[in-house]
């Protein structure tokens, strides 16, 4: 079972373990305050611009569907518009504006990810940038193959990765 400091202070004040008391350290916190912008010398704007511009295309694939990509239709409005005189069914053409908006969510938070991960450690921001393109270079040999998985084969795939040993993450 498991207790946290503050419990065990509290209802076992004389605890002992292997014959010595059970002593906490006292934390001293203390706050340092410093800008990101300072201390990577104007790398940190470089590299969020960088993030903010990618369009992680993996992720929001049908954004890139032939119909609405060649004409550029950028808002939502536009492409229920355009799938309509098309003769799209209301209930599909919600349904695919539900997951190009879900889409869209999950691409916002990866870019966000990324940025936290620069403000934890370049090393961290590094791993997980190299995650990333390892995550593109096999989206794209599978594009090539004319293989797009879904999301239960991509469960598939990097379960059986994790079981060689080579378990990856997605961002």
Known sequence: MRRSRPFIRKFYPNAVIDGNPIKFPE????????????????IYEECKKAIE????????????RKDI???????????????????WPD?????LL????????VIAILRILFLKRLESSVEA???????LLDFQ????????KN??????????????QAENGNRRRIY
């Open 27 to 42: 934390r001293v916190l203390y706050t340092v305050k410093y800008k990101l912008t300072d201390v990577y010398s104007g």
């Open 53 to 64: 511009s990618l369009n992680l295309a993996s992720y929001n694939i049908d954004s890139f």
């Open 69 to 87: 990509f060649q004409l550029k239709l950028q808002s939502f409005e536009q492409i229920k518009e355009f799938l309509k005189k098309e003769g």
């Open 91 to 95: 209930e599909m053409v919600q349904e």
């Open 98 to 105: 539900m997951t190009l908006g879900r889409n869209e969510s």
């Open 125 to 131: 921001f590094r791993l997980s940038i190299k995650r």
């Open 137 to 144: 270079n096999k989206f794209l040999q599978l594009l090539d």
């Open 147 to 160: 293989k797009i998985l879904d999301r239960e084969s991509y469960i598939k795939f990097y379960s059986a």
